[in-house]
Every structure is written in structure tokens, then in C-alpha cells.
């Protein structure tokens, strides 16, 4: 089961998918990524608050957490998304280092991660849906 958001047509394509062409893109709208929808006003509305409930519930302090873990963290590329804890290094007592997906965080033991949780999420996702018209569950 997954949750979905709400969309409503590209602004930017008119919900063809398509725009004027670029070396870079070609045809494809890049607001949308040629799939001719984004979120909604209500769809942004109900993921913001399931961002922030999740944060508040899967929250962890990085001493309980294992290689393999999933976490949210900073991505290569900038963005924010789920990581996976490739390792960590114990410097001296509570400072640590760790790697995820070719990222180093370098600091104390009891900072605190988002850890991903089917059984915590699955509880969001149905709370979120029964107070959110923006988002629905699809099995
Ligand atoms: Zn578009």
C-alpha cells in the first residue's frame, strides 16, 4: 500500500506532457516530467502534513540505528530523500561518522534521523487520509 496525492493538470503543459523543445528535454515538460499532472493545491496541503507527522513519530537518535537502515537524509544530488546507512565510524566517545549513499555526516551520536518504518507509516498514511481530502491510499 502506498499513498497518493492528489493532482491536477500541468500548469506549465496544459496536461499534454509536452512543451517547446530543448537540447536538454527535448519535448518533454520538464514541471511534470512529460507525465502532464502535478500535485494539487489539497495534494501539497495533505503531504505536508504527513512529512511532518512522520518526522515526529519515525524520529531516532542515530545510536539506535544499524547499517541498512533507511533514513531520511541529503541525497547527492542536494535534494532531500531516503538513504540507506552504508556505515559508521566511531571517532572518540559520542562523535561518529557516517556514510550514506556517497554522503558523510560527521557528528554526535544522539542526532536525530527520520527512520524508515512500514508499521509507523502504514498508521500515518491512514490518519493522513482521514483528515486530508488531498491524498488517498492505493493498494
Ligand atoms: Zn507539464
Redesign the pocket.
Known sequence: MRIVWDTTE?T??DGT?Q?SYNPMHGRR?F??KGT?R?ISRKGAAARKAWTQEITDVCSRPLWSLRVGDVIWWRKRNGDEGWVTIASFAEIDGDHVVMHCDGMLFDGRWDARFVKWDADDRQDIREEIVRRFSGARIEE
Open positions: 500541468c506549465r503543459c506532457g512543451h515538460c514541471k511534470c502532464g502535478q
